[in-house]
């Protein structure tokens, strides 16, 4: 691929600017959607040039466009293409898989930007944010505390601690008391402090991974609304957010909360590993007759832990976001103190632990185990407070649209808690079949991840009868669109089979509108399991199958067949995770894969959890309202932003970001849009109907345009009161019913790709272009300028309006 160093603008290079008489420059500026593609396949040109930006993120152009505003105009027919390429952001090198590991992170901070639109409720918003925050905080602590489960109690105390068990594990024979005849090694307590080792590890894994990542991709300074683009940025009012979070200056830059649940993140998980270390030495000192000192000394250091623990929940519920300006001030204090306070405190836990006790042996499982049981208590009971904050909010600004009424946030926090359980769960129950495969030489991890592990069948049949209503339900849907495909392609010869495929389409693709139930079903269902399953553990203290021994033999045997089966899929589960992570690391077009879901998941700032994986979209928005405001300064050009799929909502938070005076210059083409059925539904309090209407207003030179076959994008449901309306009546699909002269091969049934391949996609462009009005370049400042935008290979050309053509149009109004 050819590239080019950045270009300055018209006046740098001493080439005449167009001026509105003129019909002035025009760029089309590409943004793609899922998946990720390259700047060839964009611009349909395999001769690219990249014209600024880096290996991570950049705009480019045809070689043959490097240099289009120097010429004069009207050399052209249509706007300059211009492609801005951001897959690298969510699927560039390997280490992308190493995010799989924080997936029930990545679900938590959705939920977090799920919360319903409110008015008047500003103390209940921040408890929503506390609520959101303090889930985050217990999954933390949930996969430290499965990473100590593994390394500390199954290896290190019950099978170090067990000669049959060790004996076939020769790497831990010198832990063993037996097997190393009484070795320095072979006291639990120094055991527990060499084993702690791992979950530290790990620890220090996420706090690199957070901090690395922060740097590379959200480090990028924005675009104040009211700041001139060739000045540095700085913070900004109030004013001008267009209605939604979105719209203000701080909210693609939190550095600060960033910087502070990090701390305080790092901070609990090695708190939870002192707890681990020290909590079995602690009471084995106040349960022997020797000395109180060392049992005063582990009160004290319990004391110190627990008073550390209320230090980091304080430092969590203490401050949220602050969005009205670019945050960038740090605690300096509180984000390195902590942490270090912290592990002070793992190692004092470490040199108690292994202090000398003569007569100490291990044996059950290590104290600190109902640990479990505890975290799912409290992140249930954090749900069920979420849903009520939820619906209080709701109501004080009912959305008829909203997912769930209100409580898809609570349903996705739950489903959060539930993988985090699974994946904790399912590293448990691998390696405790790994190190006792017969189960007798180790009582195995706690009691209630084996209950949670048997719920999994049940909600698995209740998968299956959702899917099975799913399929019904398309099945009729397809049906009743067999009368609209007829309509929509009358006077065509009847092909019965063409009209069932492509009605079959149309229903599969409604399916998505069906989506709220199932998280609605799945995640009450997953509630109750995981309260019967902590009621079973708490009141028996048993095995599901050993609790219902002496029953009813049909209970007995469905509790015998859940307990196996389900941790059978439990551990099935965790070798196909573990697989498709391997998988990615290695293989480029798995990663893209994986990369589609980083591109929906973690578009959301990282507010609710420091260890999600980075958030996109604070590169990207900030990499394309710099490029729009300093190009349309610089040229005072008209300028399309065509977004697809995801790339439309990139498109959307852009706009919201710029300045008033650049956002009127400045059209919006969307395809294959999620903004409002999937993102104004599921994110209405940033996303809304208020919020897209706001937008709509200030930059009226909007279009969108979906397919019925599309299972992603839709309409965007706003009217013309304030403007042209934004949504075109739904693109034909296919483009032919039949053989034509145009298609002498049957025509695709297109779906989600390749809206440029209609006609309907250069009108629009063109029409967009003609009701902005070119306006005299401002004052010039040096930095890259460009113009463009075309489409992929069989898609023709678009035509742009001529300057004179342009001028006897009716120019936009301004907002």
């Given at each position: 691929m050819e590239r080019a160093q950045e270009r300055g603008s018209a006046e740098d290079t001493g080439a005449p600017a167009a001026g509105p008489g003129e019909g002035g420059a025009a760029l089309e500026l590409l943004v793609h959607g899922v998946g990720g593609t390259t700047p060839e396949a964009m611009l349909n040109d395999p001769r690219t040039v990249r014209v600024t930006g880096d290996d991570v993120a950049a705009v480019f152009r045809r070689a043959d466009d490097a240099d289009a505003e120097r010429r004069a105009p009207g050399q052209r027919d249509g706007p300059v293409p211009e492609?801005?390429?951001?897959?690298?952001?969510?699927?560039?090198?390997?280490?992308?898989?190493?995010?799989?590991?924080?997936?029930?992170?990545?679900?938590?901070?959705?939920?977090?930007?799920?919360?319903?639109?409110?008015?008047?409720?500003?103390?209940?918003?921040?408890?929503?944010?506390?609520?959101?925050?303090?889930?985050?905080?217990?999954?933390?602590?949930?996969?430290?505390?499965?990473?100590?489960e593994v390394a500390l109690d199954l290896a290190a105390w019950q099978c170090a601690g067990t000669g049959a068990c060790a004996a076939r594990h020769s790497w831990l024979g010198f832990l063993s008391p037996e097997i190393s005849d009484g070795g320095w090694w072979s006291q639990p307590g120094r055991r527990l402090a060499l084993a702690a080792l791992v979950p530290t590890a790990l620890t220090g894994l996420l706090w690199y991974l957070s901090l690395r990542t922060w740097s590379a991709y959200e480090s990028q300074q924005p675009l104040s609304p009211r700041q001139d683009p060739g000045t540095p940025a700085g913070p900004a009012g109030e004013e001008g957010d267009g209605g939604t979070a979105l719209?203000?200056?701080?909210?693609w830059y939190g550095r600060r909360l960033g910087a502070r649940l990090r701390a305080a993140h790092t901070a609990a998980a090695l708190l939870t590993v002192a707890a681990a270390v020290g909590s079995a030495a602690a009471r084995h000192d106040r349960e022997s007759p020797e000395p109180a000192v060392p049992a005063l000394l582990g009160l004290l250091l319990e004391s110190a832990l627990a008073a550390a623990a209320a230090v980091v929940v304080w430092v969590v519920c203490r401050r949220g976001r602050a969005e009205r300006r670019a945050d960038a001030a740090l605690d300096t204090r509180l984000v390195r103190w902590l942490p270090l306070t912290a592990l002070a405190l793992l190692v004092l836990s470490v040199v108690h632990a292994g202090w000398e006790r003569p007569g100490w042996a291990s044996s059950g499982r290590l104290p600190g185990d109902e640990t479990f049981g505890a975290l799912g208590l409290a992140q249930g009971l954090l749900v069920i407070a979420l849903g009520g904050a939820a619906r209080v909010l709701h109501r004080s600004d009912p959305d008829r649209r909203a997912a769930l009424r209100g409580l898809a946030g609570p349903a996705v926090a739950m489903l959060a808690c539930a993988l985090g359980g699974v994946m904790s769960g399912g590293v448990a129950q691998r390696v405790a079949d790994w190190l006792d495969g017969t189960g007798t030489a180790m009582p195995g991890p706690p009691v209630v991840l084996t209950w949670q592990a048997s719920a999994i069948p049940p909600l698995l049949v209740l998968l299956l009868v959702l899917a099975g209503w799913l399929a019904r339900r398309a099945w009729q849907l397809a049906r009743e669109e067999r009368a609209a495909v007829a309509r929509d392609y009358a006077g065509e010869p009847a092909d019965p089979a063409r009209t069932r495929r492509i009605a079959r389409t149309r229903a599969l693709a409604a399916l998505t509108d069906r989506g709220p139930r199932i998280v609605a079903v799945t995640s009450g269902a997953t509630l109750l399991l995981g309260a019967g399953a902590l009621v079973g553990a708490l009141v028996t203290d048993r095995t599901p199958g050993e609790a219902a021994r002496g029953s009813y033999a049909v209970v007995h045997g469905a509790a015998e067949t859940a307990q196996a089966l389900g941790s059978w899929l439990i551990g099935l589960g965790f070798i196909l995770f573990v697989t498709w992570g391997r998988r990615a690391y290695k293989d480029a077009s798995a990663r893209r894969t994986i990369g589609i879901l980083w591109d929906v998941g973690t578009f959301w700032p990282r507010a609710a959890h420091p260890f999600a994986p980075p958030c996109y979209a604070e590169r990207a928005v900030p990499d394309l309202t710099w490029r729009i405001a300093t190009w349309t300064e610089d040229t005072g050009g008209r300028l399309v932003v065509s977004g697809h799929s995801q790339g439309s909502v990139l498109a959307a938070a852009a706009a919201w970001q710029l300045p008033p005076a650049t956002r009127s210059r400045v059209a919006l083409l969307t395809y294959g849009s999620p903004l409002e059925r999937l993102y104004g539904r599921w994110f209405p309090a940033h996303f809304g109907p208020e919020a897209l209407d706001r937008l709509h207003r200030e930059a009226d030179c909007w279009t969108n345009l979906y397919r019925l076959t599309d299972p992603i994008g839709g309409p965007v449901r706003l009217s013309g009161d304030d403007g042209p309306p934004v949504d075109r009546p739904p693109?034909?699909?296919?483009?032919?019913?039949?053989?034509?002269?145009?298609?002498?091969?049957?025509?695709?049934?297109?779906?989600?790709?390749?809206?440029?391949?209609?006609?309907?996609?250069?009108?629009?462009?063109?029409?967009?272009?003609?009701?902005?009005?070119?306006?005299?370049?401002?004052?010039?400042?040096?930095?890259?300028?460009?113009?463009?935008?075309?489409?992929?290979?069989?898609?023709?050309?678009?035509?742009?309006?001529?300057?004179?053509?342009?001028?006897?149009?009716?120019?936009?109004?301004?907002?």
């Open positions: 492609a801005y390429v951001w897959c690298n952001l969510t699927s560039g090198n390997g280490t992308r898989a190493l995010w799989l590991l924080l997936l029930p992170f990545m679900v938590v901070n959705l939920a977090h930007w799920m919360r319903p639109t409110a008015r008047g409720r500003p103390r209940t918003v921040r408890l929503y944010g506390v609520l959101l925050r303090l889930a985050g905080l217990s999954l933390t602590v949930l996969l430290v505390a499965a990473a100590c719209g203000r200056p701080g909210f693109l034909k699909d296919p483009l032919a019913y039949s053989r034509t002269r145009a298609h002498p091969l049957p025509a695709p049934i297109l779906g989600h790709s390749d809206y440029q391949a209609d006609p309907v996609f250069a009108e629009e462009r063109r029409r967009l272009l003609a009701r902005l009005r070119p306006e005299v370049p401002g004052p010039r400042h040096t930095g890259p300028s460009s113009g463009a935008v075309p489409g992929p290979a069989t898609r023709q050309a678009a035509g742009g309006a001529s300057g004179a053509a342009d001028q006897g149009r009716a120019g936009r109004s301004s907002p």
